[in-house]
């Protein structure tokens, strides 16, 4: 390295170097991102000349494709369940190489519901553990932490239950890119209802500013393509705002409407949407549950008491909701989302981030489980 001889620049050196010690001694890509442009069925970005964002025009979900030296890695190539093969003919137009892996950033279908078809063509498909409890093709799963190396590409993903409890943000060290899946989108409230809560929301995305440099571009789960630094760090600032917010206004005994139609509520509505209001029934709803994410307050229940709570249960309409225990708490998976379920009583269970007021309670022995879906009760007998 030169001997910077200018001491101002060497302090701004040293300090963006000592952040984290993900930026330390990377080789970092300089990118040439070109403007998003609409091709026949997909809106692409060209990032570098190996690295390229796209998204159906039919489809919400951002899609990564990396080009390596000799193999392709795909992160959420999800165009829409008609669209697998349009999607897989634009990335042959972008490179004939063979897809080798599929990244998932969680499991929700929107994001992996591809996976199937790339499977069939050959591709390893790669996600947390947690996507077991879905019906998403998995191949290849961790836990925490889990490293591919593709040529003079690291490719690094780090855990944190946020948006959903198999949320991942992965970061290609090389190219300068971290996929953020849906703990990151430019128009749309936070959404940490399924996972865990605002803490780890603002904990994945510190976790996210951790790594790269001012250089580095942040992909979206939904809306712009790519971001800059400074846009994440508005991000977090506004969905620690909002926390804090809904916090104060609730323990003021605010309803949800009081809450929905306070100043600074509707305006970081309208900074999470590029300026733009969202629909007063979306923005209740998002409040609602934020408030049954972070806000509900539980009592300690023997794991010996819990564990008996374990199995599926099945609805008159043959709807089945599967209650499962993950590490030292219990879980209801249904619909194809899971929710954590915070205890009441040693009986009674409120559904965290589905909204208020929303619980399970199990009857009959444990033989009967009675959903209470905010207006009225609904009962699944243990199979």
């Known amino acids: 390295m030169k001997f910077i001889t200018l001491l101002t620049l060497a302090l701004l050196f040293v300090s963006s170097c000592s952040d984290a010690k993900t930026k330390k001694n990377i080789n970092i ?45 795909l992160v959420d190539p999800m165009a829409g369940v008609n669209n697998h093969q349009a ?37 390893i498909i790669v996600s947390q553990e947690n996507s077991k409890f879905t019906s998403e093709k998995t191949n290849v799963t961790f836990k925490d932490r889990y490293t591919i190396k593709m040529g003079n590409e690291t490719i690094e993903f780090f855990h944190v239950p946020s ?13 300068n890119v971290v996929f953020m899946g849906d703990v990151y989108m430019t ?62 206004l609730h323990n003021q005994i605010k309803s949800i409407d009081e809450i929905a139609d306070d100043n600074q509520i509707k305006e970081l509505g309208k900074a999470f949407n590029d300026n733009k209001n969202f ?59 899971m929710f954590e379920l915070i205890p009441l009583s040693e009986t009674k269970f409120h559904i965290r981030g589905h909204a208020p ?7 009959q022995g444990n033989k009967e489980l009675i959903y209470f879906d905010g207006t009225e009760n609904k009962i699944a007998k243990r199979q």
């Not at 692409?44 to 990396?66: A, H, P, W």
């Open 29 to 73: 890509l300089s990118t040439d991102k070109t403007e998003p442009k609409q091709t026949s069925n997909f809106i692409e970005q060209k990032i570098n000349d190996n690295f390229y964002i796209l998204r159906s025009k039919n489809y919400r979900t951002n899609i990564g494709v990396f080009i390596g030296d000799e193999e392709i890695v």
């Open 87 to 123: 999607l897989l003919e634009k990335i042959k137009e972008l490179s004939e190489k063979p897809i080798k892996y599929v990244i998932n950033t969680h499991s929700h279908s929107d994001h992996s519901g591809a996976n199937s078809f790339f499977a069939d063509i050959g591709a």
């Open 163 to 175: 948006h959903s409890i198999d949320d991942v943000i992965i970061y290609f060290s090389k190219n």
């Open 187 to 248: 128009n749309a409230l936070p959404h940490f209802y399924f996972g865990g809560g605002g803490s780890a929301h603002i904990e994945i995305l510190n976790k996210a500013l951790s790594l790269g440099n001012d250089n580095t571009l942040f992909i979206a789960g939904h809306g712009d393509l790519s971001s800059n630094r400074e846009e994440l760090k508005n991000y977090r600032e506004n969905s620690n705002n909002w926390i804090n917010r809904i916090k104060e």
């Open 279 to 337: 629909a007063i029934n979306q923005l209740k709803q998002t409040i609602g549950r934020s408030i049954s994410s972070d806000l509900v307050v539980g009592i300690p229940v023997p794991m010996d008491k819990i564990k008996t709570y374990e199995g599926s249960y099945l609805y008159a309409d043959n709807t089945m909701d599967k209650i499962v225990l993950l590490g030292k708490k219990l879980f209801v998976l249904s619909g194809g989302f």
């Open 357 to 363: 007021h929303r619980h399970i309670t199990f009857k």
